[in-house]
């Protein structure tokens, strides 16, 4: 197929580039900055500049496309609100597709997006599927509950250089998965008929608490957590003010993501109906487990060699003889 791919320079777009350019797709991604994403192009993709909230870029953008897969959300520090990215930027996109004669749309959205409408994304997020299924577009919507790469910042560089890890008591467990085998769904929907407009969670292999990952990340690494605790009533204080700073306002509404937090209930979905219908094998997921292990195992690695060098060079400078005056 000849693909879009919106969103290519997240951490979840490039990861679905990738794999759409091993599986032999034509990929074409539509980006902000094309100086960001000189990667894309040494990869195989062509790239061509275009934005979400400038609907008269989108038409040249799918000129020849057959299918889009959209992985662009709004950034926390961004410029431009969620409303303004994952509302009107997606129904722009989507109408476009419309107009293009798009035949296939693979949308992510996030796992039990309808139980939450007073939080923003998640009530976009539901609003968007809707807008979609409406469209008339031959579509599959992908709901993942959460990446792992995102644990690394969170979890395991603060655990490495002895900083704070802050979470909160009541957070509820959620099912990671690697962007690379979300990825793997989002190309097979591409490929397989049986995924046309439906609906389908895509997590990991259990859902993890916030103390398991950081008991994990212990273990792995061979250092113990500085564990700073953060009330939810607190987060919910942050949000509050954040709302009178225009600045704050995509702050105030990631912050939302407390009530999420608040009910406890885990975020994951049984996914014994979902794999034969991707005919993807549930043992090629990698686990949190495994993920986490390969992560350490290279930065442990990279620290011995880095003292073996300052080792090296302390000897060398000790046994270079003093120049006679």
């Known amino acids: 197929m000849n693909l879009l791919v919106v969103g290519a320079t997240g951490t979840l777009g490039r990861q679905v580039v990738r794999r759409a350019l091993d599986q032999g797709h034509q990929v074409r991604c539509m980006v902000r900055s094309p100086r960001k994403a000189t990667f894309l192009k040494e990869w195989g993709a062509e790239v061509v500049q275009g934005d979400l909230c400038e609907p008269q870029t989108l038409p040249p953008a799918l000129e020849g496309i057959t299918a889009i897969v959209d992985a662009a959300t709004s950034r926390p520090t961004g410029p431009l609100t969620i409303k303004q990215v994952d509302w009107d930027g997606k129904v722009a996109l989507i109408q476009a597709a419309v107009a293009a004669g ?99 969670p895509v997590v ?37 003010i954040t709302r009178f700073f225009q600045w704050g306002w995509n702050i105030a509404d990631r912050l939302a993501f407390t009530e999420v937090i608040a009910t406890g ?20 997921i990698t686990t949190l487990e495994a993920y986490l292990q390969e992560y350490f195992s290279r930065i442990m690695k990279k620290l011995r060699e880095i003292d073996y060098e300052k080792s090296k060079a302390k000897k060398k400078k000790k046994k270079t003889p003093m120049k006679q005056p």
């Not at 273990?219 to 113990?224: C, F, M, Q, T, V």
């Open 102 to 200: 798009v035949e296939r749309f693979v949308f992510f959205s996030i796992l039990n997006c309808e139980k939450f409408p007073r939080v923003p994304l998640m009530e976009i997020k539901r609003c968007t599927e809707v807008f979609l299924a409406e469209s008339g577009l031959n579509y599959t919507i992908l709901q993942p509950a959460g990446f792992m790469q995102g644990l690394i910042m969170q979890y395991a560089v603060p655990i490495l250089e002895g900083q704070a890890v802050w979470i909160t008591g009541e957070a509820a467990p959620t099912a990671y998965m690697d962007t690379q085998d979300i990825a793997k769904f989002a190309v097979r929907a591409l490929e397989v008929p049986e995924t046309g407009n439906k609906t389908f």
């Open 204 to 240: 990991g292999t259990r859902a993890w608490r916030a103390d398991e990952i950081i008991n994990l990340c212990e273990r792995l690494s061979g250092k113990d957590a500085r564990i700073a605790r953060l009330p939810l009533n607190f987060l919910r204080a942050m949000r509050q």
């Open 265 to 284: 209930k885990p975020m994951t979905a049984s996914m014994d109906e979902v794999y034969p219908v991707f005919g993807l094998d549930p043992k090629e």
